[in-house]
């Protein structure tokens, strides 16, 4: 397994994780259960560890995957800027999850308007980290990028006419599916 394949295969585990841990975390509000606290907290904890692990397989991912025609430089520095932003912030709510974990458990005063704050800023790193998945989606996924975006990917000069012609041909007929134009 390569550094491409196993940043595929984590990569949307802290986007989930975030996601389906807020939505505990506003369960555990609405049913003032201290379990569900707990599940939401660990679920942040474990989307900060997974995090570092998409992130550390992403370097690795990039170096295979910017050899491949029709990916772009661009596409690939877009996602990667995203990234850095999107490691920290899941990180610190990973720290979150643990300064949630301890106060839960000693009962600490404040710990309502902590969670709260955890809450606003766990939906505001789910959509960040939905944000740069989608970037790292525009990589390879001609389907998800504009016309612009397609046309200025690299195409190797070791293609024939015939061969160039073929794809202006697909991109053509799946521009008309995509947009309803045509047929």
């Not at 942040?44 to 370097?59: H, P, T």
């Not at 766990?122 to 970037?135: E, R, V, W």
């Not at 790292?136 to 195409?155: F, K, N, Y």
């Not at 024939?160 to 008309?176: G, H, I, N, P």
């Amino acid at each position: 397994m390569d550094a491409a394949h196993l940043h595929l295969l984590t990569n949307h585990i802290p986007i989930l994780l975030t996601f389906l841990s807020v939505a505990m975390l506003v369960w555990a509000v609405i049913s003032k259960n201290s379990e569900h606290y707990k599940i939401a907290f660990i679920g942040f904890i474990i989307a900060g560890l997974a995090v570092i692990v998409v992130f550390q397989s992403g370097e690795g991912a990039e170096d295979i995957v910017e050899e491949i025609a029709g990916v772009t430089h661009d596409s690939i520095e877009a996602h990667e800027e995203a990234a850095d932003i999107a490691w920290w912030l899941t990180v610190i709510l990973g720290g979150g999850g643990i300064a949630g974990l301890f106060m839960n458990r000693k009962r600490v005063k404040g710990f309502k308007p902590f969670v709260w704050v955890l809450l606003v800023y766990a939906l505001l790193t789910a959509g960040y980290l939905a944000y740069t998945g989608n970037l790292g989606g525009h990589i390879r996924h001609t389907e998800l990028t504009t016309d612009e975006q397609q046309a200025s990917a690299v195409i190797p000069n070791s293609r024939s006419k015939e061969d160039e012609e073929r794809m202006y041909f697909y991109f053509e007929m799946t521009k008309e599916n995509r947009f309803g134009i045509g047929g």
